[in-house]
């Protein structure tokens, strides 16, 4: 079976690069708060799109501290008010938004019955409002999603959600036995106690299970944490169970191996995330995926890198996807390279630079989901040496250290 790549939405600006690319990955993902707030264009993704689709219900949210769930903006009183798109999640899942943005909710606050029944209907309906009068729309079997997912919250430090968790898991899978359930694991619980958390899970016989690692940064983690992390992965294929990494890159080609159905990712970003939400920054820097090393880097960072490669050692040892191929020219790699970050005369990246990236950092990922798994072990091992050399070869062996610590996996 094929390693199943699935695209996570962040915002409709990234909706774009989706339409023009719909071949580089298998399946869209979208957050609930994102469909609340925006279901008209949301709707109009999908049905375009035709490709499957499923929800990330966000029931999550609820638990956290309830400042995350206020909105940066004040009325004219100066008073913050609660995000809208919560608001209108908590009147589907709980009949009630009043606590949105001002309590939190605990674990004795939850009916899982009445929970699991209304998250799994929002899924099915979520774009029932923004489609009235369209039954073209409406009624496209496109707009039906793929799965649906149990609520779910994350466990805490003395995992004081798992009762609740576990219980809304059974109550969605009462309701429809395909459901799939969402796992929040920590660092610590991944290294002290993940299986015991996810036999939990596996006692309700769900049969698809996405993990989510808080902070699992493959290309830092410990050879330790990757070997309880594939551990794991091996344990709940053993048993029958889909298992897919939530937030991934390409260390999940490695783990397909180790039985990992698939791997879900953002558009350049979203390979790992925090419990915590990030709040404020604003519009990160474009990022380029360098596919020597599988990960993204900042793009200054890869020019100081790059600058002194033969085009043509470019396109054989990095990168030869129809970006990469249309930025170079006489002028040599500095000039293809600045492309990536590109700057207007306010000093800002432009709009060039950002579609840049990200059409190449689709390319490439689909290229390495594609090839990688298909390759024998010589094969696979062959091929990050040849990764490493050439970081080797440009005095870069220090940027190559995660590369001889996925080869021990292979």
Request: proline fraction near 5%; aromatic fraction near 10%; glycine fraction near 6%.
């Amino acid at each position: 079976m094929s390693l199943e790549q699935v695209l996570r939405l962040g915002t409709h600006a990234e909706a774009e690069f989706l339409r023009k690319l719909p071949s580089t990955f298998d399946c869209l993902m979208m957050n609930c708060n994102l469909v609340a707030a925006t279901p008209a264009a949301s709707a109009a993704l999908v049905f375009g799109l035709e490709k499957p689709y499923f929800l990330d219900p966000f029931t999550h949210a609820f638990a956290l501290p309830h400042r995350f769930l206020t909105s940066k903006s004040k009325d004219r009183d100066a008073a913050v008010r609660p995000k809208s798109s919560f608001r209108k999640l908590a009147e589907r899942y709980f009949g009630n938004a009043d606590f949105v943005g001002r309590s939190s909710l605990k674990p004795t606050d939850i009916d899982p019955a009445a929970l699991a029944k209304s998250v799994l209907d929002y899924q099915e309906t979520w774009y029932f409002g923004a489609t009235e009068g369209d039954e073209a729309i409406r009624s496209s079997a496109a707009m039906k999603p793929t799965l649906r997912i149990a609520p779910y919250f994350i466990l805490g430090p003395n995992q004081e959600f798992l009762a609740a968790n576990i219980e809304c898991v059974a109550a969605a899978l009462a309701l429809d036995r395909s459901a799939a359930a969402i796992i929040p694991l920590s660092l610590r619980s991944l290294l002290e106690d993940g299986r015991d958390v996810v036999d939990s899970y596996v006692a309700t016989g769900v049969t698809k299970m996405f993990l989510w690692i808080e902070n699992f940064d493959e290309d830092l983690a410990s050879l330790e944490l990757l070997t309880r992390y594939v551990d794991l992965v091996s344990y709940l294929n053993g048993k029958s169970i889909s298992v897919y990494n939530l937030f991934g890159g390409f260390f999940s080609c490695i783990a397909h191996d180790k039985g990992l159905s698939g791997f879900v990712h953002g558009l350049v970003y979203g390979e790992n995330k925090s419990f915590v939400p990030v709040v404020g920054g604003g519009q990160p820097p474009p990022r380029y995926y360098m596919k020597p090393r599988h990960i993204t880097m900042g793009v200054s960072e890869v020019e100081r890198l790059l600058s002194d490669t033969a085009a043509q050692d470019y396109l054989s040892k990095v990168c030869d996807c129809t970006i990469c191929r249309g930025v170079l020219n006489a002028n040599g790699m500095p000039d293809a390279l600045s492309k990536f970050s590109e700057l207007n005369a306010e000093n800002k990246f432009t709009p060039r630079a950002y579609a840049l990236c990200r059409f190449h950092f689709l390319l490439a990922r689909r290229n390495e989901v594609e090839q990688f798994p298909r390759l024998d072990k010589a094969q696979k091992l062959s091929f990050l040496n040849e990764n490493i050399q050439f970081l080797d070869d440009l005095d870069a062996e220090d940027l190559a250290g995660h590369l001889r610590t996925w080869q021990k996996f292979i």
